[in-house]
């Protein structure tokens, strides 16, 4: 029989080592919404192997770019798509400013998407 990605099979002791990091910080991650495994009927925690490439993500975030928890939902938010909030005014939204130049420098983009 075989997996995919999505199937929960790791336990939480598992996907830790798999991840490189405590469990501790796979509860906490679960707390905060950014990896939420799957619970079974006696609430344990089970992990996909893409859960697992996305701990190895956030991993790389924490410890080697040194970005914290709240930088970590931004980036992983914005690899995602997910759209920014934006600010509402008079009940309408307004477009998004542009970006400053040393971000347009950074990301390639030169003015709004």
């Known amino acids: 029989m075989q997996t995919t990605g999505d199937d929960p099979v790791y336990v939480i002791s598992v996907?830790?080592?798999?991840a490189g990091l405590p469990?501790?910080?796979l509860r906490v991650l679960d707390q905060?919404?950014?990896?939420v495994p799957v619970r079974t009927d006696s609430n344990r925690r089970l992990y996909s192997d893409n859960d697992i490439?996305?701990?190895?993500?956030?991993q790389y975030l924490l410890k080697e770019r040194g970005v914290n928890i709240n930088g970590v939902k931004v980036i992983l938010?914005?690899?995602k798509g997910v759209p920014a909030p934006v600010a509402a005014g008079n009940g309408a939204a307004e477009a998004a400013p542009a970006l400053p130049p040393t971000l347009e420098y950074a990301t390639g983009n030169k003015g709004n998407p």
């Open 23 to 25: 469990c501790w910080v």
């Open 53 to 58: 490439a996305l701990l190895g993500r956030v």
């Open 15 to 18: 996907a830790a080592r798999l």
């Open 77 to 79: 938010e914005m690899e």
């Open 32 to 35: 905060e919404g950014l990896v």
